[in-house]
């Protein structure tokens, strides 16, 4: 059996300079290329445009002039359609694929090649992608390396395209809630602008009133954006200060009722509340913030949603509860994947990250948190946070 050596493929440009999760035997031949189609959009037919393609045996290179070269004239009998299935698969709605085939060796024999194919650019005209193609080198156990490639592979490929869909996703999502409050903000300006005679101080304030809501919402949005990237590169850290939590529950609460016009949170405190915890509140602002916002958006705007506090001493322990959709069994333990969204909660506003960042904020206290809830009757989060205590 081949020994198994790592080989590395950048995510760019499949390159052999980064650090990679790929594992392939140490007799490969690899070809690197890079590649574009020209898509007539009448006949949807596609012509290669530009090639660059390096193949490797060993420590040493030549560049062919066609990619076509290394797949088509190259193939087994059996694998003549490869170049068309390359072109069917790039017309596809697939960003990136595998495949598996025969091609001939320098050594006039055929071999198996596993290929790997990212595309880069897609337009209605142009078509841009990048590729790899590894040869299984022949040894005792050569279908058993081969299919060890081609399941190494089709795991990276997996990551691949879960963190494509993400971002791709999580683009969506962002764009979506960016958009509602710029029209919000649009369709004031022009209201003021072209019929300011005709407004009273009254209608104009309720436009301004608009307008500062639509803006918090949107630095809302990007502060969400902003504590995702500091939580996913580890950048957050657990600092208490003695603190004022009634007092900072209050302006939570005042901030987004502000920004849910009609919405009421009823705040209720347990006996001898101290006024002042050593806590970190700007981790307690994501918590509390992300969890009251979610009682609301998944409730009915007529019902409550209720805050509790209870202090024992040791412990913050803070309660949300609503009486909105509730959430499905079978969903509960996956609430706090990042761009989770629950099937019942299609049309409702919402990025999918809130539930990610309170698990992070709260494990830093060395928290915890639990969940009850049943569909149509509603949900209590229920938070307990260790306190620091001064020496």
Not at 28 to 49: Q, S
Not at 173 to 178: D, G, P, Y
Not at 203 to 215: F, G, L, P, T, V
Request: charged share 25%; aromatic share 6%; net charge negative.
């Amino acid at each position: 059996m081949c020994p198994l050596i790592h080989h590395t493929i950048d995510s760019h440009g499949f390159s052999d300079s980064a650090t990679s999760t790929v594992e392939t035997c140490q007799h490969l031949k690899l070809a690197l290329y890079r590649g574009n189609y020209d898509r007539n959009t009448e006949t949807l037919e596609i012509r290669w445009v530009v090639d660059d393609v390096h193949k490797r045996i060993g420590d040493f290179y030549h560049q062919s002039d066609n990619y076509i070269d290394i797949v088509g004239s190259d193939a087994h009998p059996n694998n003549v359609d490869l170049v068309h299935t390359l072109k069917n698969k790039l017309l596809g709605k697939e960003s990136s694929f595998i495949r598996t085939y025969q091609l001939l060796t320098d050594e006039n024999v055929y071999g198996l090649f596993v290929e790997k194919v990212r595309i880069t650019e897609k337009t209605e005209t142009e078509i841009k992608f990048v590729g790899c193609l590894f040869m299984v080198p022949e040894c005792e156990n050569d279908i058993e390396e081969g299919d060890i490639i081609r399941q190494q592979l089709l795991e990276s490929l997996r990551k691949e395209r879960e963190i494509n869909q993400a971002k791709e996703l999580f683009i969506n999502m962002v764009s979506h809630e960016m958009r509602t409050p710029l029209a919000v903000i649009q369709g004031a300006v022009d209201l003021i602008e072209h019929c300011n005679d005709k407004l009273s101080d009254g209608d104009k304030e309720n436009y301004m009133q608009s307008i500062r809501r639509a803006i918090l919402r949107m630095t809302r949005t990007m502060d969400a954006v902003l504590i995702l990237s500091k939580v996913q590169s580890n950048q957050l850290s657990f600092q208490p200060l003695e603190s004022d939590v009634v007092l900072f529950c209050k302006n939570i609460i005042n901030e987004i009722e502000n920004l849910n016009e009609g919405r009421k949170i009823v705040l209720q405190i347990s006996k001898s509340f101290p006024r002042n915890i050593d806590i970190d509140t700007t981790l307690l602002y994501h918590i509390i913030s992300n969890l009251l916002n979610n009682a609301i958006k998944y409730s009915d705007p007529m019902t409550l949603v209720y805050l509790n506090l209870v202090y024992d001493g040791e412990t913050l322990t803070i309660y949300v509860r609503d009486s909105g959709i509730g959430i499905p069994h079978k969903e509960l333990k996956g609430i706090f994947k990042l761009f989770h969204r629950g099937a019942n909660a299609k049309g409702r506003k919402g990025m999918g990250i809130g539930m990610f960042i309170i698990k992070h904020c709260i494990a830093l206290h060395n928290g915890s948190i639990e969940v009850e809830s049943k569909e149509h009757e509603g949900t209590t989060f229920r938070v307990k946070l260790p306190i620091a205590h001064r020496n």
